[in-house]
């Protein structure tokens, strides 16, 4: 079967998760100054000082590199709706599959307990960036909730598509 694309939309990490990675980085960093460059040990058991620049290679170079690769990319192609969280994550649905389609407000912290793939007894969500969502319920019965910068036009083309999937 084709499954020409007909909706994308890419997320990236939201700014607060790079303010956290910066104040990560700075203190690996500090790290390697005080105890490489000032000579004073960090800490009551300190590193070897290859240690620590292990350390801070893996948290204050790769984590941020690892940040910036990161993408949550949504896309309904003609026959599939895919959610991928680049690159660790993939979860396909198939549209005949789809019993239910709303346009949800999510409040992340309130409804899930945060952003990411959550859990909250009723529906899986996946949370990422914004308060708009569409929430799904297949014909297993099980919710799925996926939240959208752009819900209005995400549900249109995923209603339109189903459709034309089901005639």
Known sequence: MSNDIRYEETHTLPRWTWIICVVFVMFFWGMVYV?????????????????VV???????LLLPLLLALIRIRIQVGSDT????????????????RIQLLTIEEVNPLQQFGGWGIRLNGEAVGYIFNGTGAIKLKLIDGSTYVISSNNPVDFHRVLKDTIEITKS
């Open 35 to 51: 105890q490489l460059g000032l000579g004073k040990p960090v800490g009551s058991k300190p590193m070897s000082n290859a240690g």
């Open 54 to 60: 292990v350390f801070a290679c893996i948290f204050g």
């Open 81 to 96: 709706l895919t959610i991928r969280i680049i690159p660790f994550y993939r979860k396909t649905f198939e549209l005949k």
